[in-house]
Nanobody, 117 residues
Framework: QVQLVESGGGLVQPGGSLRLSCVAS????????MGWYRQAPGKQRELVAS???????NYDDSVKGRFTISRDNAKSTLYLQMNSLKPEDTAVYYC???????????WGQGTQVTVSS
């Protein structure tokens, strides 16, 4: 079992920045693809960014050039640096871990990001 705990959400003005963190209860990055998802009210959960065990990244077109996914192996922590935030980025952001060999997946509890003036 793996626990994922997100933090770093909050209220920010348009154009501002936030950094989300996701701490895993053990070091799983070598065998899990990590991702950040978000879900806005009335919408489906969508993938924002992903980071494979080999270090490859992928971003949704809506956040390319503004968001950066990264990890610190020593701290078992996944990050999402969010710059130039827009009101449409408002959502609950979830950390996700998908085992690269099985169908096992874990989710964090989510952290609210609100972009508003």
């Amino acid at each position: 079992q793996v626990q994922l705990v997100e933090s770093g959400g909050g209220l920010v003005q348009p154009g501002g920045s936030l950094r989300l963190s996701c701490v895993a209860s053990r070091n799983i990055f070598s065998i899990y693809t990590m991702g950040w998802y978000r879900q806005a009210p009335g919408k489906q959960r969508e993938l924002v960014a992903s980071l494979t065990s080999s270090g490859s990244t992928n971003y949704d077109d809506s956040v390319k050039g503004r968001f950066t996914i990264s990890r610190d192996n020593a701290k078992s922590t996944l990050y999402l640096q969010m710059n130039s935030l827009k009101p449409e980025d408002t959502a609950v952001y979830y950390c996700n871990a998908n085992n690269i060999w099985t169908t096992v997946a874990y989710w964090g509890q989510g952290t609210q990001v609100t972009v508003s003036s």
